[in-house]
């Protein structure tokens, strides 16, 4: 098991966002987190990414229990968070928030990543000495994504990729993280878009009010009522 | 002419000091969006190290500057661990008033420790000497100390050497990352710790280097200089742009050179030399009531 969260318990001061929440990722998966506004998806992947401190519950990654360590430290670890609203450096270049990423790394490897990443979306290198303010949503969602390929790892968590994106980007950049996926990176994606979510997961939770109401295949999931009612529109 | 070339590397050379202590103040605000009150006492630090190198050790001019800079700079980086990281989550004028505290200390201290008689370098450091140079150099008709040489030479080599850090290095580049948005840069696998500490280090040995040419150039050094001398770096800094390295440079010379032509020059249309300070700070103010940020500054975007 690469990612076991077990009865995760979050709070924002008296408010408790996250019940006892727990699921698992495979090594090699694409799992998703759907639900609607508020129920809860961020703050489960910024606690796993260390971002905020968990109430109770555990998060084992690769068998270890992380809850003692820094952000930073959990990144070091193969585990990037490509966060909810992309946060781009908009005062750096495309090249320095790749760099930035790479700070790590040594130079071959750094070169070997950004290649990589300039590989996956082209737009990136025509854009590189570009200051990150002046790209368009979709190549700051590609650049938040190159971001977390340079950290590297083997677990990457993507906090609603898709939201203020055109759909045919959207589907341009979600391929890319199938193409990822099958290159090695196991992924954790939370959306509001069910819809692309369930097309690219091999398996989903449904998360409702902090609490999982739902789980199964994608095939599952998307034919169930309460999602198709819920999430799909139909 | 001479008299105009004169005045010309004597502002020089004040601007390029208050430049140099300006940095520190606009560092630390742009990673911390903390006005460290505390940095022109670290300033009156450095100039201090200064005397414990060149008198109590006997070192020549360089190796006192390099150990005031890293003593300093250490100082620097043992305050924000101990006396401004508790207070990070905490509102902002705590930390602002923290660091009133922490200069006052330094102050104090410094006075308990020295007693409250001017000090100055020994003649080795207050005449430098450098080979190529001599003593004097004749430019454009006027005479010009090897000191002010060093002193403006040294400041411009600082200076580069910073601006190529904050651009050209991943340290840098992190710098400019947490002053963007400091949310994302444990997520780049960057400890915020670390590059606070080394904006501090950076500043405040920036500072501690101004503190040793500071007593090259005026060479009475007492306690309580560096709130006076830092209180207008500061305000050189925001009127140049409070953030942004580049306006902390010229904020620090328009107002070594301010101060140095008001009266230079004052005084052939009836204006005494006494009205330097209200003419110099006069100006600023007009700066800034027509552009807030600062020369460099851009207002910061709020986010949601």
Request: hydrophobic share 50%; glycine share 12%.
């Amino acid at each position: 098991m690469l990612l076991s969260v077990r009865d995760l318990r979050v709070s924002y001061g008296n408010i408790q966002a996250v019940h006892g929440v727990s699921f698992e990722v495979e090594e090699g998966e694409i799992v998703t987190l759907i639900g609607a506004n508020g129920a809860g998806k961020s703050t489960i992947l910024n606690t796993i990414a260390r971002l905020h401190p968990a109430d109770s519950g555990e998060v084992l990654y690769q068998g270890k229990n992380i809850a003692s360590l820094e952000a930073h430290d959990v990144v070091k670890l193969g585990l990037a968070l490509v966060p909810e609203g992309r946060r781009i450096f908009g005062n750096l270049t495309v090249y320095e928030n790749l760099r930035l990423a790479g700070f790590q790394l040594d130079n071959s490897k750094l070169s070997e990543r950004i290649k990589r990443v300039y590989g996956y979306f082209p737009r990136l290198e025509e854009r590189r000495s570009q200051l990150g303010d002046t790209l368009s949503g979709g190549e700051q969602q590609m650049l938040a994504v190159g971001r977390a390929l340079v950290t590297g790892g083997n677990l990457m968590l993507l906090d609603e990729p898709s939201m203020g994106l055109a759909p045919i980007l959207v589907q341009q950049i979600f391929a890319i993280l199938r193409e990822i996926n099958e290159a090695g990176t196991t992924i954790l994606l939370v959306e509001q878009n069910a819809h692309m979510a369930l097309k690219l997961a091999n398996r989903g939770y449904v998360l409702e009010t902090g609490n999982i109401t739902l789980s199964g295949s994608s095939d599952e999931l998307a034919h169930s009522e309460e999602v198709q009612k819920a999430y799909l529109g139909r | 002419m001479d008299f105009f070339a004169q005045q010309f590397f004597n502002a020089l050379q004040l601007g390029s000091l208050y430049a140099l202590i300006a940095l520190g103040y606009t560092m630390v605000y742009g990673v911390l969006l903390l006005i460290n009150f505390a940095h022109g006492d670290i300033f009156m630090v450095g100039a201090f190290l200064g005397v414990f190198g060149s008198i109590t050790l006997d070192l020549p001019f360089v190796p006192t500057l390099i150990l005031a800079m890293i003593l300093t700079g250490l100082m620097g980086v043992g305050i924000e661990r101990v006396a401004y990281k508790p207070l990070r989550q905490a509102s902002r004028l705590s930390a602002v008033i923290t660091a009133l505290g922490v200069g006052l200390l330094l102050e104090n201290g410094m006075l308990a420790l020295t007693g409250a008689d001017p000090r100055s370098y020994p003649d080795n450091i207050k005449n430098l000497n450098p080979p190529l140079l001599g003593d004097q150099i004749d430019i454009l008709g006027a005479s010009i100390s090897a000191e002010t040489i060093v002193i403006i030479v040294l400041a411009l080599l600082l200076f580069g050497g910073l601006y190529f850090i904050v651009q050209r290095t991943k340290w840098g580049m992190a710098m400019r990352a947490i002053s963007y948005d400091k949310f994302a840069v444990p997520l780049m696998g960057v400890s915020q710790d670390q590059i606070i500490s080394m904006t501090f280090l950076l500043g405040t040995g920036l500072a501690a280097a101004g503190g040793i040419l500071w007593g090259v150039a005026y060479p009475i050094l007492n306690p309580y200089m560096g709130m006076r001398i830092g209180w207008k770096a500061f305000i050189a800094a925001v009127v140049g742009g409070i953030g942004d390295i580049r306006g902390a440079a010229v904020g620090g010379l328009m107002l070594g050179f301010i101060e140095i032509f008001v009266p230079a020059y004052g005084k052939d249309i009836g204006v005494s030399s006494t009205w330097r300070d209200p003419i110099a700070f006069g100006l600023l103010l007009i700066i800034l009531v027509a552009r807030p940020t600062g020369l460099f500054g851009v207002a910061r975007r709020q986010k949601v």
